[in-house]
Each structure stands twice: as C-alpha cells, then as structure tokens.
C-alpha cells in the first residue's frame, strides 16, 4: 500500500515560500544586493508589513543560495538581500 504525501516543503509557511521566491527573483534581477523594505514590496507579495518582517526573521540563515539581513532602521526596517 503506498501513500500520497507531498514533499515537505523547506520552508515554514506557504506565506515564507512566496516570499523566498519573491525575494530571489529580486535579487537575481538585481546583479548584486537588494535593499528592501517591507512596506513597499507588502503589494507585490500579498503581505502586511508586518507579516514581511516577521517572515524575514525566519528566513534569515534558512534559505539556501540568499542571505539576508537586517540592515538598518530609519522609518522601518531595511533589509539587505544578496545571494550568496
């Protein structure tokens, strides 16, 4: 008897994938660092935010081939993208 399970996913939440995905995406485009924010991606990815940030902390060390780091605050958190 075999069972049909899909294979689990490296990351913690559909919401994160789309988000590594968009992030990569970005940053392959970009040709080097990419500095983001998460209120002005929030519409390309269908987040808050909130949830931007939140997801960004998680995905920080967890996603292979992108690093990802806090790189300022000014009126929000900046975020520095690169691939690794």
Not at 55 to 65: A, E, H, I, Y
């Amino acid at each position: 008897m075999s069972t049909n399970t899909a294979p689990e996913s490296a990351y913690p939440s559909p919401k994160a994938e789309r988000l590594a995905r968009y992030l990569r995406a970005e940053a392959e485009e970009s040709d080097g660092d990419l500095y983001v924010k998460g209120k002005f991606i929030a519409g390309d990815v269908d987040l808050s935010p909130k949830e931007i940030g939140a997801l960004l902390v998680q995905l920080q060390g967890s996603v292979p081939g992108l690093t990802i780091e806090k790189w300022s605050y000014t009126s929000a958190t900046t975020w520095r993208i690169s691939t690794a």
